[in-house]
């Protein structure tokens, strides 16, 4: 499976931004797909994810409320929805995904793209 994020770049705080993510060569319906960050010097922390259906999905204590997952399934893409931004959501999103459910490890990887909140 080949992963492609897009949509990252330079939003203010309070604001929004949607990140697209677009899978490719492999069967996408039936993988769970996860968005991942990491910040300079963090651990990288695992913020959203869907199942292939939809059914099934996580959140992140520290995006609850602001983060928002979908899943466009004839388009074979991911978004994630950003809201109310805050600086501390400053990092490098990546789009990942793994066969069957939401949680465990996953294995494909796409490159980051940067997000930058600042006033």
């Known amino acids: 499976v080949q992963l492609q994020a897009f949509g990252g770049g330079l939003a203010q705080p309070g604001g929004s931004l949607r990140l697209s993510c677009e899978a490719s060569?492999?069967?996408?319906?039936?993988?769970?797909v996860g968005w991942f960050r990491q910040a300079p010097g963090k651990e990288r922390e695992l913020v959203k994810a869907?199942?292939?259906?939809?059914?099934?999905?996580f959140t992140a204590n520290s995006v609850k409320g602001r983060f928002n997952i979908s899943r466009d399934g004839a388009k074979n893409t991911v978004y994630l929805q950003m809201n109310n931004l805050k600086l501390e959501d400053t990092a490098v999103y990546y789009c990942?995904?793994?066969?069957?459910?939401?949680?465990?490890?996953?294995?494909?990887w796409g490159q980051g793209t940067e997000v930058t909140v600042s006033s």
């Open positions: 990942t995904a793994r066969k069957g459910f939401v949680y465990g490890d996953y294995d494909y």
């Open positions: 869907i199942s292939w259906n939809g059914n099934s999905i």
């Open positions: 060569g492999g069967t996408g319906s039936t993988y769970a």
